[in-house]
């Protein structure tokens, strides 16, 4: 039988809260440089992240490196119940929003329309790239836009978590913005034929 969205958020949220700090360590370097060797830092210009919250992997690594190459980096900024993106390089200065989540203090807001991959965390995810988050909406009411099938130009969508949020029990919502790729401890799995092009022919 199907859990609740509700209690399998709880019960995924609990999994990823009691990794221990020795493994969230190993397997936070791994996703960093599973996302590093990807062709990511060399072909995609505009590059969302975040920073780490309730358990999720740390990105910090991915973000120093992508702050010195090539591509811009972004974090993610609360703009009334939807996310914009604002330009941030490692080091910049943080001010805490209100869900205590740091935020660029400086804002120079960019629509995810013109990002060209975001790097998403989730609570969830399953073997077709369904995704659960922390139930706020946020990232589907701010990629609403790549539902409509007359959008050409769509972000690159990788989900980032660690192994043990993979689950079976996840049913879409028809709001649900679908991941094109997930990255975990493990490594790189693909769930669209984009994320296969632009992701694996990356050596
Ligand atoms: N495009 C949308 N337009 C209006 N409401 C939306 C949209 N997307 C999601 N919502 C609302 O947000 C609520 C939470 O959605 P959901 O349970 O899918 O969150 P989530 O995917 O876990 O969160 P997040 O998107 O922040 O990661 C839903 O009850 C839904 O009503
Ligand atoms: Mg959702």
């Not at 702050?67 to 993610?76: E, I, T």
């Amino acid at each position: 039988m199907l859990q609740t969205t509700i209690s399998l958020r709880q019960l995924l949220r609990q999994k990823r809260n009691n990794i221990s700090s020795s493994d969230r360590t190993i397997f936070d370097h791994s996703i960093n440089q599973s996302i590093i060797s990807t062709a990511l830092l060399l072909r995609s210009p505009k590059i969302a992240s975040y920073l780490a919250n309730d358990g999720e992997p740390a990105l910090d690594l991915f973000i120093k490196t992508c702050s010195a190459g090539p591509s811009r980096h972004y974090l993610p900024v609360l703009n009334k119940q939807q996310l914009k993106f604002s330009s941030y390089s490692w080091g910049d200065e943080l001010k805490s929003n209100c869900f205590n989540i740091p935020e660029p203090s400086i804002k120079h807001v960019l629509s995810p329309r013109l990002l060209s991959t975001i790097l998403i965390p989730l609570v969830g995810f399953d073997h077709l790239g369904h995704r659960v988050g922390m139930g706020g909406g946020y990232y589907d009411r701010t990629l609403s836009f790549m539902r409509n099938p007359l959008c050409q130009k769509k972000p690159l969508l990788i989900g980032i978590a660690y192994s043990v949020q993979k689950t079976q029990d996840i049913k879409p919502e028809p709001w649900d913005v679908p991941l094109d790729a997930v990255i975990t401890e493990q490594g790189l799995t693909c769930f669209s034929v984009k994320a296969k092009h632009y992701l694996r022919n990356s050596f």
